[in-house]
């Protein structure tokens, strides 16, 4: 296994925001987490990325205890693309970028690595002097992407991609998490657009109130009655 | 027009000072969104450890400020361990940290007061006596010192920020801290560096200062000048603060020279509140709503 997390549980003040998550992530896969808003899923993502204190439990990435520190987690090869997309609005396009890669030293690495960047949001390229906080919110959304790329991470926590964008982009941003698969990255996607993560996830967990109520291989999740109710809008018949 | 270059020039030699103190206030605004009223206890220890230095020990001008300097680097840091990092654990809101600056600014304020008393205390005239005569106009050697001094120590700070990797850390966490950490910038280390360089230059401002002046335990207050001078650049911006520091100097020395010193600082407060009120974000600073 790449991640195996064990029993985690997270505490806000009085707040048990995860109580008890066992979650598996193969190498090379694309895994998705569903949930409701408040379920817990930026903060499954934030302790990862050591954003945030577990209260309990254990977390195994490559067959190490994942590191406390995030500097020292993002080096051992786990980025976030946040909810929210977190850019530096003040920097431009192409700062943003290289401040994706700040803990790399290879230069010449990471000059391939914007090609691919750039590759794969062309749009981007058209922008790279432009202040980031003067684009769209679907560029933003592909900004934040592309940053998470840069430092050539073996995975990438992705939180609702998604959120807010029309339909048309919303297809665009799931297009862009098959091409990062097919870079050989390892995908831990959460979403509240459970029909398109499930579609194309190879397994899915279903986190409720801090719990994990379900997982499957995605197809399988996908047909569920009770998800197919709470999560895909189609009524019970 | 001799006397107009001559108060300019005092005043860009007091805005220097100002700009040192100024800087570190405002790196800590712009990452940790607060107003570091403990700064002024820092200044005024540097300036009782370059007093010392110079009375006690005998050392040189540089020597003094090399000692107040490594002093109040660490007393700085110190101060953010004890002081800020329990909050920022806590993730408290930017009044506890205010509470606290003031605190400490109060601790230290009284702890000098209770063993060296409240006199004011002149440096050994090192430098002030001989000046330089250019046409009429007369610089004194100290204000060339601190021009020089100051004109160096701001360009390396700024050559620090925008050119090496920590200045890019430090930059990226004051436009995002949560980002910046998840770029893999070590936010806490950047924190202890800015407080680092806030400190070193709060005792070479202080020496300089106490130079110039005297040394006093409620000369902490004069950072509210500071305060002026980086609400005035606007909080958070590194050029605006120096930019609003060497302004300040220069709307005093006029004041001083051309109407009278007792209104010097009456003309300051009333800029800052005439600032605040046409233009909240001053000339150079990021928009934030929360100024305190
Ligand atoms: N900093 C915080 N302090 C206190 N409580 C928090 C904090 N962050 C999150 N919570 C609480 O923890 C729970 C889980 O929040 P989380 O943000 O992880 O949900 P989520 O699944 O990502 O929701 P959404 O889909 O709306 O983003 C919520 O009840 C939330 O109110
Ligand atoms: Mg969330």
């Known amino acids: 296994m790449m991640l195996d997390i064990k029993n985690l549980h997270v505490h806000y003040g009085g707040i048990h925001a995860l109580k008890g998550v066992d979650i598996q992530v193969e190498e090379g896969k694309i895994i998705t987490i569903i949930g409701s808003n408040g379920a817990g899923k930026s903060t499954l993502l934030n302790a990862l990325s050591g954003v945030i204190k577990c209260s309990e439990g254990t977390i195994e990435f490559l067959g190490q205890p994942l590191p406390r520190k995030p500097n020292r987690i993002v080096s051992a090869g786990i980025s976030q693309v946040p909810e929210g997309r977190l850019i530096f609005v003040n920097l431009s396009v192409e700062e943003n970028l290289r401040m994706g890669a700040f803990l790399r030293n290879d230069k010449a690495a990471i000059e391939e690595d914007f090609a691919k960047v750039y590759e794969i949001f062309p749009r981007l390229l058209e922008r790279k002097d432009q202040i980031a906080g003067t684009l769209s919110g679907g560029e933003q959304q592909m900004l934040a992407m592309g940053r998470g790329l840069m430092s050539d991470p073996r995975l990438i926590l992705l939180d609702e991609p998604s959120l807010g964008l029309a339909p048309m982009l919303v297809n665009t941003i799931f297009d862009v998490i098959l091409d990062f698969k097919a870079l050989g990255k390892t995908i831990l996607l959460v979403e509240q657009n459970a029909y398109k993560a499930l579609s194309i996830a190879d397994y899915a967990y279903v986190l409720e109130q801090g719990k994990i109520v379900m997982e499957g291989d995605a197809p399988m999740v996908a047909k569920n009655p009770d998800i197919q109710q709470a999560y895909l809008g189609k009524r019970r018949t | ?292």
């Open chain 2, 1 to 292: 027009m001799e006397k107009f270059i001559q108060f300019l020039i005092n005043g860009i030699a007091i805005g220097s000072i100002y700009a040192l103190m100024t800087v570190g206030y405002s790196l800590v605004y712009s990452i940790m969104n607060f107003s570091n009223f403990a700064h002024g206890g820092v200044i005024m220890l540097g300036s009782y450890f370059g007093f010392f230095a110079i009375t006690i020990l005998k050392a040189p001008f540089w020597l003094a400020a090399l000692i107040a300097m490594t002093g109040t680097t660490l007393l700085a840091v110190v101060i953010e361990r004890l002081a800020y990092d329990p909050l920022r654990r806590r993730q408290a809101p930017s009044l506890y940290y205010i509470i606290s600056a003031m605190g400490i600014s109060i601790f230290l304020e009284n702890i000098v007061l209770a063993t060296l008393g409240a006199d004011f205390r002149n440096y050994p005239p090192l430098f002030q006596t001989s000046g330089f005569y250019i046409g009429g106009i007369s610089i004194g050697k100290l204000d060339v010192l601190i021009l020089v001094v100051g004109t160096i120590s701001l360009f390396g700070l700024m050559w620090l920020i925008e050119k090496t990797k920590i200045g890019l850390a430090i930059r990226a966490t004051s436009f995002n801290l949560r980002a910046a950490n998840l770029m893999g910038v070590n936010t806490e280390f950047v924190i202890f560096v800015v407080f680092g360089l806030g400190g070193l230059l709060a005792g070479l401002a202080g020496v300089m200062y106490g130079l110039r002046y005297t040394v006093w335990p409620q000369m902490g207050l004069i950072t509210n000048k500071a305060f002026v001078a980086a609400v005035f650049g606007g909080l958070g911006s590194l050029p605006g603060a120096i930019v609003g520091a060497i302004s300040l100097g220069i709307i005093e020395a006029m004041a001083t020279g051309y109407i009278s010193s007792n209104l010097r600082d009456l003309i300051a407060f009333v800029l800052l509140v005439t600032i605040l009120v046409v233009r909240p974000s001053g000339i150079m600073g990021k928009a934030t709503e929360d100024k305190a």
